[in-house]
């Protein structure tokens, strides 16, 4: 009986120690990039789009590929052009096809890159039909997620409604949302500045 309330208890500690860890490791991680790489030097960099003062920690979203429900990706590793609306209509369309000239564009690089959709009010099954035309766009798992606490992070400021802002956004490798671009905005733009990122990241 002693032994199995042993075991309890070693069970118990290795939960919270993994607990813990899940917490800290991102703070770890933070703390090793700004002074171990060259992220403080990009942050500096000329840019076309605006910088998003401060960062906004995302964590390792879980995504969804609509025509392939065996890739299994997150946000964290690459590089992500993202978009944030409720249901995918016009104008979701066109920043989809938008995110995929820039993808395009980035040739050799464009394995680095990827093009997600943050949808809070539309099925994979629906989106599916859209997508026909535009394979490889991911969409993050609303399910595994707090929706309105996430879309919080894409408030600029007290006045707008991430939903209705039609922006696109790029998160680094590390799951931190880091700039935004107005609505309409030039693909060379985002090409411009992700290029550069690309070019002086050793991450991603």
């Known amino acids: 009986m002693s032994e199995d309330v042993e075991n309890i208890k070693k069970s118990n500690r290795l939960t919270i120690i993994l607990v813990v860890v899940m917490f800290i490791s991102p703070l770890v991680l933070s703390w090793y990039v700004f002074n171990y790489t060259d992220y ?8 076309k789009g605006n910088l998003v003062e401060p960062v906004q920690p995302l964590g390792d979203l879980a995504l969804i590929d609509p025509f392939n429900d065996k890739r299994k990706d997150g946000l964290y590793g690459e590089w992500n052009l993202v978009y944030v609306t409720e249901t995918c209509d016009k104008p979701c369309m ?7 000239q820039v993808h395009a564009s980035m040739d050799k690089h464009s394995l680095r890159v990827q093009k997600v959709l943050l949808l809070t009010n ?8 859209k997508l026909v035309d535009f394979k490889g766009q991911q969409v993050i798992d609303v399910d595994l997620i707090n929706v309105n606490a996430m879309i919080e992070k894409f408030r600029l400021n007290e006045a707008e409604d991430p939903l209705k802002m039609n922006r696109i956004y790029i998160v680094d490798p590390l799951g931190n949302l880091m700039m935004s671009y107005e ?4 693909p060379r733009d985002i090409y411009t500045d992700l290029k550069k990122l690309l070019r002086g990241s050793r991450i991603g």
């Open 40 to 47: 403080i030097e990009i942050r500096g960099m000329s840019n």
């Open 94 to 100: 066109d920043n989809i096809y938008l995110m995929r």
């Open 122 to 129: 539309q099925s994979i099954s629906e989106l599916k039909e």
């Open 183 to 186: 609505p309409n905005v030039n």
